[in-house]
């Protein structure tokens, strides 16, 4: 076996550090801004890229005692993590896996009138009624009952007896666009559906959805950016604490002595004099390649913008403005922090924060400080 006395994060490229304390601080939030109604958290993706192992016992002794996940297997996984809490599968019922879902006490979130009569009929033949939850799609068109499904249902909800109903839910197209319409549109519509269909639970708020007003509420919210410190409510100020930070090490230093050019495609023009910082952070990182040219890093309060291609293992910064000698081998470089947040690297890359959480890299030296002791 090979040992090494040398500490993970200084072999490490980069340092991920997770503060379960600001996740745990953002559902408080979050639930006392839904309170009467009860607050879920969702963990799909390895919560967000954050760790589902650290922070859903964070979530835990914060209050949550529902959530939700995609897939049957982070169910499974996540069932070990929280023994009594009730979990459910948004995804859905993966057609034949009925009793895995009754196994580790999972509820899926029946999608499609197939999936409802599959569960009923697993519920019957096990004689009891086990616990799920309905789907109304309400103008999304993605997963849920669509109107036909929810007509049928109205006229014929005896399946529905045959289950443990935990609550009806739907999910927002746009609530997170300030002026849009659709939800107001999608709120009436599943008001009408519960209004006709046997009473339970109902669940129709994500992060931006709660922010949208106690009319969206209803009796259990699903936030999940919110938890993890993405903007909620995009057009004002980000009410939900920082929960990431990421800081990449200086490989390299280059002084450019003549003309040329930076990285792959040759794409960046340098000339002498420039200075380049060479960085252990790439695409396979997380770190998208769209940031090529695009994105840029802080040391202390320095601004160094990324310049030529992002590489799979390595982008390079422009640190000509920083003094002399500032930077050397082993210098951390601020990639994610209080300079840059995840929304912002998002926007300089033209995608959204969930997808720069989602992609944060596997080869990371992951720090989770805070949280349960
Ligand atoms: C059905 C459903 N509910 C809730 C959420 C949480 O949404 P957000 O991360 O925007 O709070 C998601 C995430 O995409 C979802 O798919």
Known sequence: MTTSSTPAEARAGAILTIDLDAVAANYRLLSERVAPAECAAVLKADAYGLGMVQVAPALS????????????????????????ATIGILNGLMPGCAADYAQHRLAPVLNHA??????????????????AFVHIDTGMNRLGLG???????????????????????SHLATADEVDSPLPGVQRDRFRSALDRLPPARASLAN?????????FHFDLARPGCALYGINPTPETGNPMARTVRLDARVLQVRHIDSTGTVGYGATHPVSPGTRIATIAVGYADGYLRSLSGAGSVWFGEQE?????????DL????ITRLPDGAVHPGTLAEVIGPHRTPD??????????????????????????????
């Not at 002794?61 to 009594?84: K, S, Y």
């Not at 912002?344 to 989602?358: D, H, K």
Request: charged share 20%; proline share 6%; net charge neutral.
């Open 114 to 131: 197939g999936a409802i009569a599959e569960w009923a009929a697993f519920c019957r033949q096990q004689q009891k009624r086990l616990p």
């Open 207 to 215: 992060s931006s959805g709660i922010f949208r007003g106690a009319q």
């Open 344 to 373: 912002q690297v998002a926007s300089e890359a033209g995608t959204i924060g969930y997808e720069i959480l989602t992609s944060l890299g596997r080869r990371y030296a992951r720090r989770h400080v805070g949280g349960p002791q």
């Open 61 to 84: 002794a914060a209050g949550a005692r529902t959530f939700f996940v995609a897939h049957l297997e982070e169910g499974i996984t996540l069932r070990a993590l929280l023994p009594e």
């Open 147 to 169: 109107p036909a499904e929810v007509a049928a249902l109205i006229a014929d909800p005896s399946p529905l007896g045959d289950l443990e109903l935990l609550g009806y839910l």
């Open 304 to 312: 160094a913008p990324v310049i030529g291609r992002v590489s799979m």
């Open 315 to 318: 982008i390079t910064v422009d």
